[in-house]
């Protein structure tokens, strides 16, 4: 047994920068673990300075100087997330709390859509077993419409927090755009000055994630305000609720257009029942879904992350489960960081065969 340990141990962990990278590793889940929720601030205060300095590099090969380049990119971000903060986020809570109120009357209305199928089908379906679903979906969305309702007038922390990170966040990446090169050569001071393995991580990383981190921006975007501006023509309520959900859904692979799927045709059927509007809500919302797999997401994905289905499901329920609503956000990009440290990692078979 010892000396299958001691093969083992000499496979994959001969190098330094092995034991080195597998420390950083354990600190690394170790800090996420314990201080996540407290550090959630930096973490995307970093991700989004990083989606800038994308920007701000394309600007800088453009012909603008690099202060130039951080100056318009940090401007184009000060715009989009006060826009975010103070026009979007204040129109869906007005709406969700609206929702919330109107949902016991939509559940009745959904009854009387329903009443018709005992006499159609008689045979499948009884008055009594709607009556028993119905009551049971009335009573959870009225003890929903509580929980929102309440939470209107008791969120005090929760808006100075939110205050807080409107200060916070926006001067976290102001200093990690400018003060990009000191930070990283500070980082660095730490770690071996020669260091292939890590480098060969950092690069693939910074490939796979750029091109995520990108894609994912702009089809949240575009399926957002597309599923927005089809939900408002038709009629369907609560447009911009259920646009930002869509939008948003798209961030968890598989899962998200599933779960959002359930909202937008239970507020559809709520509002017109089995009528020619919700089948048409129901017709729009396939084709965006449809439109958003097999033209948007090979277009905007041309080096997609390589990931299986299951390691992403793997991936969304383990750091959801351990941090929470922004682990499911950060699933997939910590996922590609495992994949491609297993993929650089060196071992004595794989040096021997080179």
Known sequence: MLDVLKKWYHQYFSEEESVLLLLL?????????????????????VILAYLMQGIANRLQRSGLSPRVGVAVAMALFISSFFGV???????????????AKEAPAMVERGRQA???????????????????????????????GQIVVAKGFS????????LVYMV??????????????????WGAGFLPAHRPLLNDI?????????????????????????SYVTFKILGLDYAALLGLLVGLSVIIPYIGAALVTIPVLMVAFFQWGLTEDFYWVFFSYGMIQALDGNVLVPLLFSEAVNLHPIAIIVAVLFFGG???VWGVFFAIPLATLISAVVTAWPTAHREHQT
């Not at 903060?85 to 929702?99: A, E, F, K, N, T």
């Not at 693939?204 to 949240?220: C, D, H, L, P, T």
């Open 25 to 45: 590793l354990c600190a690394g889940l170790i800090i996420l673990v314990t201080v996540g929720d407290i550090l959630t601030p930096v973490f995307v205060a």
């Open 114 to 144: 329903l009443s018709v199928l005992p006499e159609n089908y008689p045979s499948l379906i009884s008055q009594q077993q709607i009556n028993q679903v119905m009551n049971a979906i009335q009573s959870e969305m009225a003890q929903f």
């Open 85 to 99: 903060i103070l026009g979007l986020l204040p129109l869906v809570w007005r709406q969700l709390i609206s929702l």
């Open 322 to 324: 351990i941090w929470g």
């Open 168 to 185: 916070l966040i926006p001067l976290l990446v102001f200093f990690l755009l400018k003060d990009r090169e000191k930070i990283m050569a």
């Open 202 to 226: 950092w690069a693939q990383m910074n490939r796979q994630f750029s091109n995520y981190a990108r894609g994912k921006v702009i089809e949240i975007v575009i399926v957002g305000v597309v």
């Open 155 to 162: 969120s005090i922390p929760g808006l100075l927090a939110l």
